[in-house]
């Protein structure tokens, strides 16, 4: 392929990522605001809870 084509493709590539929505984040974390500092909060189940201690 020429080096025009592929920055071609590059070039439509990103622009098609650009438009797409953000992706959201997973339901078991979350960010929160302490003490003027933002900390993601991630929320796991039992089972792995139990594992850890």
Known sequence: ???KNLEKQLK?????????????????RRTLR???QDVIVIKRG????????
């Open 46 to 53: 039992r089972s792995k809870l139990n594992s850890v201690q």
């Open 34 to 36: 302490v003490n003027g």
């Open 1 to 3: 392929m020429s080096q």
């Open 12 to 28: 439509k590539w990103r622009e098609d990522r650009a438009r797409k929505a953000p992706a959201q984040a997973p339901a078991d």
